[in-house]
T-cell receptor, first 114, second 110 residues
Framework: GDSVTQMEGPVTLSEEAFLTINCTYT??????LFWYVQYPGEGLQLLLK?????DKGSNKGFEATYRKETTSFHLEKGSVQVSDSAVYFC?????????????FGAGTRLAVHP | NAGVTQTPKFRVLKTGQSMTLLCAQD?????MYWYRQDPGMGLRLIHY???????AKGEVPDGYNVSRLKKQNFLLGLESAAPSQTSVYFC?????????FGPGTRLTVT
């Protein structure tokens, strides 16, 4: 079945460091790809998305590129801030029964300290 | 525009008790979902609905029931709670692609 693998956390960085969180997936068909972020005590928020190969999603300084050949969607940010501390979820989505079925990874906790 | 709201935020139940979690959305979305989130795991889909009056089973439906009598509301019921149902429950809604999540309900079953 469809699945997603994220790098294990926690990832601990100093402010202004470069961030990469790896994500690879297996999916039937041609999924859309999403990164969601969960801040402490809150629900998930969509961070960015890409719907076709070579698309780059970006938001709040975060970027991820849809790599069909390697089935990957790695999340990057050039300079992290303390406020980026959160759990990040990679989620491929495939249309199933008329809706976008999301498969969530286990999440990667990011802790940024000053 | 409140987005997706969930009631209650916290609840403690004894084994065997029943309860209903309420999810409401004001975005006129057709699709609604209930997920559970457990430590070290991603979200797992319990049930979903593709429109008013419809429901369908997700990945982990056992022990739960749902109803969607109105388009804006999606109810999740536990008829006889078990400790294995201790979790954080999230509701979401969507049109086709992007799902919008509520703040969650933390449920503890003792």
């Amino acid at each position: 079945g469809d699945s997603v693998t994220q790098m294990e956390g926690p990832v601990t960085l100093s402010e202004e460091a470069f961030l990469t969180i790896n994500c690879t997936y297996t999916a039937t068909g041609y999924p859309s790809l999403f990164w969601y972020v969960q801040y402490p005590g809150e629900g998930l928020q969509l961070l960015l998305k890409a719907t076709k190969a070579d698309d780059k999603g970006s938001n709040k300084g975060f970027e991820a590129t849809y790599r069909k050949e390697t089935t990957s969607f790695h999340l990057e940010k050039g300079s992290v801030q303390v406020s980026d501390s959160a759990v990040y979820f990679c989620a491929p989505g495939t249309l199933s029964g008329g809706y976008n079925k999301l498969i969530f990874g286990a999440g990667t906790r990011l802790a940024v300290h000053p | 525009n409140a987005g997706v709201t969930q009631t209650p935020k916290f609840r403690v139940l004894k084994t065997g008790q029943s309860m209903t979690l309420l999810c409401a959305q004001d975005m006129n979305h057709e699709y609604m979902y209930w997920y559970r989130q457990d430590p070290g795991m991603g979200l797992r889909l319990i049930h979903y609905s593709v429109g008013e009056g419809t429901t369908a089973k997700g990945e982990v439906p056992d022990g739960y029931n749902v109803s969607r009598l109105k388009k804006q509301n999606f109810l999740l019921g536990l008829e006889s709670a078990a400790p294995s149902q201790t979790s954080v429950y999230f509701c979401a809604s969507s049109e086709i692609y992007e799902q919008y999540f509520g703040p969650g309900t933390r449920l503890t079953v003792t």
